[in-house]
């Protein structure tokens, strides 16, 4: 046990203490808590590489006709809607952490890509998009002549 002395004449000594032991305790709870960015949905992977990129997706639940894809230039846009789970009228949510709804994720490449080629597989709830770069955004080696 510790034994603190107090100047009990004055009341203020006692009310800074309190306040230095909330400071310290409020600074202890904003240390132990960070916050936790929601990613995108939905969450995607990217890969890129001289030839083109790939891209894929996480989308459970749905089906290809549920979902949009577009691409203008370097811009990918995948848009679409999760349904709601259908359930009785009679029955309440313990706890609902699968959302629904539209949504739309646009994505900026790193290059211009050639649209008439891009090409979408849906397997397992994953979409896989093949994203071939525009030969004339590809980089080419230009050949040195000698005089």
Do not use: C
């Not at 009310?15 to 929601?38: H, S």
């Not at 891209?55 to 846009?77: C, F, K, M, N």
């Not at 349904?83 to 313990?94: C, N």
């Amino acid at each position: 046990m510790v034994w603190r002395s107090y100047d009990f004449g004055s009341p203020w000594r006692e009310i800074e203490r309190l306040q230095r032991e909330m400071n310290r305790l409020f600074a202890d709870l904003a240390t132990d808590y960070t916050p936790r960015v929601a990613p995108g949905y939905p969450a995607m992977n990217i890969w890129t590489n001289e030839e083109g990129g790939v891209i894929t997706a996480e989308l459970p639940g749905l089906s290809p006709d549920d979902i949009d894809i577009s691409v203008v230039g370097e811009t990918l846009t995948l848009s679409g809607e999760r349904k709601a789970d259908k359930v009785g009228d009679d029955v309440r949510y313990h706890r609902q952490e699968r959302g629904y709804g539209k949504f739309s994720r646009t994505i900026q490449l790193p290059f211009q890509v050639d649209a008439d080629k891009v090409e979408a597989v849906f397997e397992k709830g994953v979409l896989h998009i093949a994203l071939p770069r525009a030969e004339a955004d590809k980089p080419r080696k230009i050949a040195v002549k000698t005089a």
